[in-house]
């Protein structure tokens, strides 16, 4: 995969992609980013990338121009790009998101910043994307989020792909369970017994009753779509109305 990111601070990128994870996925080529400063296509000797707002009111827009410009450069050859623009009342990014986006040839992620884009950059976006609601001084934070998630789908980025399959939202949008490693009691607190049992069975049925357990108590609209579109097995119902019974009697923890 081929990432390009429009950005007007590139220097904001160097750990991210030099470090862990996403720095040996950049190191073995599993993703190519190639992060492009705005103002090298901007017209004017000063490089200026952003002007004030048609109509008054506070703070800078980034104008158009250099942003056509570079994109015009960098999609000069090869496969187009799915185009992302990053504001803050774009849709919010989820896993869903990030495993469509991991199988795209190429991306661009336009970073905003200021009071945002000029609204014509729109002509060039595919999605605008939110990290949540809030808001942030520049899209190179979300532009982050958004390829750490996605780059860490890649296939070989992550040593154990099976770690992928219990991660949170990647079976049917359940929550993982918890984690626990040595030493077995820590000042005064013990890891629960079945994990220490060596019985596979039995462990994964408890890691089970911890995911439903979670997603419960957090995000119960999971689960009533999940009983709804009858996507929940025998197993899996029976141990959620036991969860449910614990909760009526205020045994739940
Ligand atoms: C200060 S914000 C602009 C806020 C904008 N004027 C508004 O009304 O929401 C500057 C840039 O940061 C990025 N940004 C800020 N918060 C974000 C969020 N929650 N998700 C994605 N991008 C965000 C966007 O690229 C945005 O254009």
């Not at 750990?15 to 996403?22: K, P, R, T, V, Y």
């Not at 960098?74 to 989820?94: A, Q, R, S």
């Not at 009533?224 to 929940?232: A, S, V």
Request: charged letters at 35%; proline letters at 5%.
């Amino acid at each position: 995969m081929r990432i390009d990111v429009l950005t007007v601070l590139p220097g904001l990128f160097d750990c991210f992609l030099s470090e862990g994870i996403i720095g040996k996925a950049v190191q073995s080529g599993k993703v190519e980013v190639n992060v492009v400063n705005i103002r090298d296509f901007a017209l004017d000797k000063h490089k200026v990338v952003d002007d004030v707002p048609y109509g008054g009111g506070p703070g800078m827009v980034l104008k158009p121009e250099p942003i056509f410009r570079a994109y015009e450069e960098l999609t000069k050859e090869g496969e187009k790009p799915y185009v992302i623009l990053t504001e803050p009342w774009g849709e919010t990014f989820n896993q869903d998101m990030a495993l469509e986006f991991s199988k795209k040839e190429r991306l661009l992620i336009i970073c905003g910043r200021y009071e945002g884009v000029d609204e014509r950059v729109k002509a060039l976006v595919d999605r605008e994307v939110s990290i949540g609601d809030y808001v942030l001084t520049g899209g190179e934070l979300p532009a982050m989020v958004i390829m750490d998630a996605v780059i860490r789908l890649l296939p070989g980025v992550l040593g154990n792909e099976e770690s992928l399959k219990a991660d949170s939202f990647m079976d049917r949008g359940l929550l993982g369970y918890p984690n626990y490693t040595r030493p077995a009691e820590f000042r005064g607190m013990k890891v629960p017994e079945v994990l220490l049992s060596g019985h596979h069975k039995k462990i994964e049925l408890w890691r089970k009753e911890q995911s439903l357990r979670k997603t419960l108590k957090r995000k119960p609209e999971v689960i009533e779509r999940l009983k709804k579109e009858g996507m929940l097995t025998k197993e899996e119902l029976r141990i959620l109305e036991k969860i449910e019974r614990e909760m009526e009697g205020g045994k739940e923890s």
